[in-house]
């Protein structure tokens, strides 16, 4: 496959999932295999020693090194993107960063990414919109064509079953009323066709929420999707960048341990039922002792629950008690820690066995 001159093996793009989860380590690894390895940009200099006194320098300074560090794992392999949240402070300053560390692509969801096309103008660096609508899918289209004359190389639809924050109501969650994946692929798919024509270019389509095996992949690329984006089983890898506790966690989740919960920033989001979500529900606050400003919308200090980049942290690190572990809806169905390239060899050799099969 190829995405505007720059080539994959399979598509199979490696959701990027943050604080630290999808990191260089992980995202070299999945890039070796001939995917797309995604770098998750959200506090991303956690680690760095100045990081609370000047976050925003350690952020930018461990994403350039991330990248460096992934495109080395890589060998040449694959692509590396960068997952960049628009609701994150700092935007444009990541977007540009990424872009001058040599980052193949970028994507951005958490909001509409109306200014991304321009961010990226000019440079060498593949862009696309994370939707969950063929309404937003359209309205992104329509402002790049605009404000930049360009088209994304590419749209990620994530769908109700993803893991994290999710782009539909509290109520559609709730009542399981929300748009199926393969109904919003076919409404997208539609949509983009005449900025597909207008410019002449073929906008890739992935399809993510709920891709678990080969077989969900064949059932997309059958309804027209051009690849798949899957996160959660990415990270029972072992190269992914989580710790072992965070790993083991979603190895031993059952179905009705993972819940839509309600995010500090006012977002449905999805995560295992862990002590710290049973603290909150008993009336207990957790806050960050220092707020170091990742989130625009946050409204900060006591009129939060919790800080949730404190509680994202602790959960790469693999406190149990205070970590807040984000995961698709199909998190339960893991049972294994393996690796990236035996979980790549497993998807892939049973999507060509369903393709075979038609």
Known sequence: MEINGKKLAHGIIQGGMGVGVSLSELAGNVAKQGCMGVISSV???????????N???????????????????????????VNIMVAVSHYEETV????????????????????LAELV???NTLYAPIVSSAKAAMLLCRTFAKKAQSIPDFIVIEGHKAGGHLGFSADDLKEDTCQENL?????VLEVIKPFEEQFK???????????????DIAEAIKNGA????????FIATEECDASTAFKEILVDAKEEDIKIIKSPVGMPAR????????????????????????????????????CISRALIAAVEGNKEEGLFFCGENAFRINKITTVKDLIDELVDEYKLCMNAV
């Open 96 to 115: 540009k960063a990424a872009i001058s560390a040599g980052a193949d692509a970028i994507i951005s969801g958490a909001g509409l990414p109306l200014n």
């Open 201 to 215: 270019k073929k906008i890739k389509v992935f399809l993510g929420g709920g891709i678990f095996t080969g077989k």
């Open 183 to 187: 109904d919003i692929l076919k409404e």
């Open 43 to 53: 506090n991303i200099g956690f680690k760095e020693p100045d990081f609370l006194q």
């Open 271 to 306: 995560a295992v039922f862990t002590p710290m979500l049973q603290s909150l529900e008993e009336g207990k606050s957790f806050f960050a002792k220092r707020c170091n400003g990742c989130l625009k919308a946050c409204p900060k200090g006591d009129k939060i629950p919790y």
């Open 226 to 233: 051009d690849g798949v984006q899957i996160g959660t089983r």
């Open 121 to 123: 103008k000019g440079s």
């Open 55 to 81: 976050p925003f320098e350690a952020n930018i300074r461990a994403l350039k090194e991330h990248i460096r560090k992934a495109k080395e794992i890589a060998g040449g392999n694959g692509l590396i993107g």
